[in-house]
């Protein structure tokens, strides 16, 4: 589990994994989203099913993964979603703010189980919040994100990421599908994902409108980025940085034709320090270097899920943005193996360090 959704999500005050996901088909405008999940292993398969198999557009809690249960989706236990590399960082978060640091979960494997703690701390924020914007052959658009929030939040605390408007909207009427990773709070009150749709309707390049509602987040505080698909599948990425480091890749994978009819793409999730980073050499992230994502990692399946959503076809075009930007993009048959390789480099600053 690399990323900070379904597996590998990040741990709430209370040592839990409570997730979030929605999504969206641009064509007619549906949606789906779920909030607080507990027990459902791919919560963006519970958000397209509260799409395509309920009445409503957002369920939440313990009625969300009933509900996901009463449609077949795979149910978990709880410490399912446990990684070391999260609890770590739940415990240094609550170290850092002083709070009390809960017992470990009943049921965790042993801290000498576990296989997947990598060395520094940086992964936490190097594999955040996963998200997919898309557009098929037909010109159908749609997005999605999933995501565990933020470490340490507390009080059912839920993000943007699951609000349809503000970390996940898309319309096929205003030519726009976007997908936001970032301090949420500022994003549902910015309503990100609906104004930059509203603004590339408006007659703004997607590039102009997602810049300019990044901007809008930055006047009340807030920071992040999102990704943005056009109409006519054009791609943007907006991050806030102050002295936002851009790199494009030197050399680019050449894309077959028939990849192209269908794009994902993942977004960013902002870091703070990016000294935290130096000293880390990690063969993965070498500039010629590609991984391969588990076949039910949330990001895969997210992705898979929200193209088959939109329209049917085989492969999948996916990028992954790091919180320092980096980029990794790949193509995913219907067998769900993503090879990603580097692609950007971004830098950004995140809200308050
Ligand atoms: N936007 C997410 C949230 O606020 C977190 C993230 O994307 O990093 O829950």
Redesign the pocket.
């Known amino acids: 589990p690399l990323f ?1 959704a379904g597996r590998g999500a990040v741990f709430t005050a209370a040592g839990r994994n409570e997730l ?1 996901s929605a999504i969206m088909n641009g064509a007619d405008r549906t949606a789906g989203a779920v909030a607080g999940l507990t027990t459902t292993r791919h919560p963006i398969a519970a958000a397209r099913a509260v799409m395509e198999k309920s009445p409503h557009v957002m369920l939440i809690g313990e009625g969300a993964d009933a509900f996901a249960a009463s449609v077949g989706l795979e149910q978990v236990d709880p410490t399912f979603f446990f990684t070391e590399r999260r609890w770590q960082g739940l415990v240094r978060a609550l170290e850092q703010q002083g709070q009390p640091v809960p017992d470990r979960p009943e049921g965790a494997p042993s801290p000498q189980a576990s296989a997947d703690l990598p060395a520094p701390p940086l992964n936490e924020r190097k594999f ?2 996963v ?1 997919a914007v898309a557009l098929d052959s037909q010109g159908r658009l749609a997005a999605g ?1 999933s ?4 470490t340490a ?1 507390r009080w059912g ?5 699951p609000v349809i408007g503000a ?1 996940t909207y898309a319309s096929n009427a205003d030519g726009c599908a976007v997908s ?6 500022y ?1 549902i009150r910015a309503t990100v994902a609906r104004d930059i749709c509203r603004r590339t309707a408006d007659g703004a390049t997607v590039q102009a409108a997602a810049q300019a509602e990044i901007d809008e987040v930055g006047s009340i505080g807030g920071h ?1 980025g999102v990704i943005v698909l056009g109409g006519d599948g054009t791609v943007a990425f907006s991050l806030d940085t102050p002295g936002m480091e851009r790199r494009r890749p030197a050399r680019r994978r050449p894309v077959p034709r028939r990849h192209l009819r269908r794009r994902a793409v993942i ?1 960013p ?2 870091i703070s320090d990016r000294s935290d980073y130096s000293d880390y050499s990690d063969p993965l992230f070498s500039d010629d270097a590609s991984m391969t994502l588990a076949p039910d990692d949330e990001l895969t399946v997210m992705a898979q899920e929200e193209l088959d959503a939109a329209c049917a076809m085989p492969f999948v075009e996916l990028r992954k943005i790091t919180p320092w930007g980096d980029s990794y993009e790949g193509f995913a048959p219907s067998g769900r193996t993503v090879e990603v390789e580097r692609r950007y480099l971004w830098g950004v600053e ?1 809200e308050g360090g």
Request: charge should be neutral.
């Open positions: 900070n979030d955040g919040t998200g994100t995501t565990g929030g933020m939040k605390r839920v993000g943007d990421v970390g936001a990773t970032g301090s949420g709070e994003f992040g977004p999730r902002p995140p």
